[in-house]
């Protein structure tokens, strides 16, 4: 029997997150549109996990009843970019009174992005290359030869300004990590967030091209924006609605942001129109209760137990407490000195006015 469940989605792999999702309605099946999504919720209630079950390991490693169903309803290939994760090294790494450390910081989004990107393409190639691909992701795979993907290398290399490791999706992936770990002494400005929806563009537009599916959908799954630099946070808001149209955003926010939010004016994006606000709350107890119930079952099945009802494992405690009967106790008592001393006055209060 093991013991050794996680349920902290950021440490775990896409693969490893689809083991023991349970998908929650309605939100899950929101996520599938072609629009862009603000998915929010506190910490802790499951964006992470929402993200990572956009992505195509995750996809095609989703044992659920119902995966095939669901996973033929996503679109588009996604890049899971953990915001959490992607500036923290770097943000260390730099002087905090450095006038560039707003420049780095956003060079450091921007390279997390465009990894993201170029490894979520490597994945579908590779989904595309083996000998028997799951039907219900086959339609997010991609064909690309050996000799489209040098050519493809080539043209990432060029518009990135990066040296090719190898002539493959892998090369650039390891060339733009390397730039990723000089980003804080490197150049700065060709990696300024400004120019992330054209390079994005480029690399999308040569890449749909090789594969011969020029309208192939692409979305950029953005964890934990509310730790993101101001600036990239103010550019993603503003800019959900002039991206590129093979460009979906899925960005998982705080409920609140003090330093950044949506325009108010005619130009700014508009909700329905131009994103899609998913909150992480249930509305209907009976909702939660379901999906906590399945969930649970899950987590057991995980660690080798087979249980037909909840109610079963979790029983209501015996009347009086699990410590025994309860020992009548005097309320007056039970309080703390100040508590007591103010009822006292209040109650000399009453007495006085009721005279």
């Not at 060339?175 to 400004?194: C, I, K, T």
Request: charged content about 25%.
């Amino acid at each position: 029997m093991k013991f050794d469940v996680e349920y902290n989605a950021r440490s775990l792999a896409p693969r490893d997150v689809a083991k023991s999702f349970i998908p929650p309605e309605p939100n899950f099946g929101k996520l599938f549109s072609k629009n862009s999504a603000l998915i929010v919720g506190p910490r802790g209630s499951g964006k992470t996990t929402l993200l990572k079950m956009l992505t195509l390991r995750a996809l095609q490693h989703w044992e659920h009843e119902d995966a095939p169903s669901y996973a033929k309803q996503v679109s588009f290939n996604s890049a899971f970019i953990p915001a959490d994760l992607a500036w923290g090294s770097q943000i260390r790494a730099l002087d905090e009174s450095s006038d560039e450390l707003p420049s780095r910081c956003e060079a450091a989004f921007v390279l997390h992005c465009i990894r993201g990107l170029i490894r979520a393409m490597r994945e579908a190639v590779e989904l595309g290359r083996m000998s028997h691909i799951p039907d219900h992701v086959k339609h997010l795979a991609a064909e690309l030869t050996k000799e489209d993907e040098a050519s493809f290398a080539q043209v990432a290399s060029d518009s990135l300004a990066i040296e090719p490791i190898l002539p493959t999706l892998l090369g650039v992936e390891i060339g733009v990590e390397n730039s990723l770990n000089q980003a804080p002494g490197g150049d700065l400005e060709r990696f300024s967030y400004e120019v992330l929806p054209s390079l994005i563009s480029t690399l999308v537009t040569a890449f749909n091209g090789l594969i011969g599916d020029d309208a192939r959908r692409w979305a950029l799954l953005i964890d934990e924006l509310e730790i993101a630099p101001t600036r990239v946070k103010q550019f993603l808001l503003s800019g959900v609605r002039g991206l590129d149209e093979r460009i979906i955003l899925k960005l998982a926010m705080a409920p609140y942001m003090e330093d950044a939010q949506f325009g108010k004016d005619p130009k700014s994006p508009h909700p329905i129109h131009d994103y899609q606000t998913i909150p992480l709350t249930y509305s209907n107890k009976s909702d939660a209760a379901q999906f906590t119930r399945a969930l649970v079952q899950r987590t057991f099945h995980r660690l080798g137990l087979e249980i037909d009802r909840v109610e079963d494992v979790f029983q209501r405690p015996p009347e009086g407490g699990f410590g025994g009967p309860r020992v009548a106790t005097n309320r007056r008592d039970s309080l703390p000195k100040e508590f007591s001393e103010l009822e006292t006055r209040k109650n000399r209060v009453g007495q006085g006015l009721g005279a």
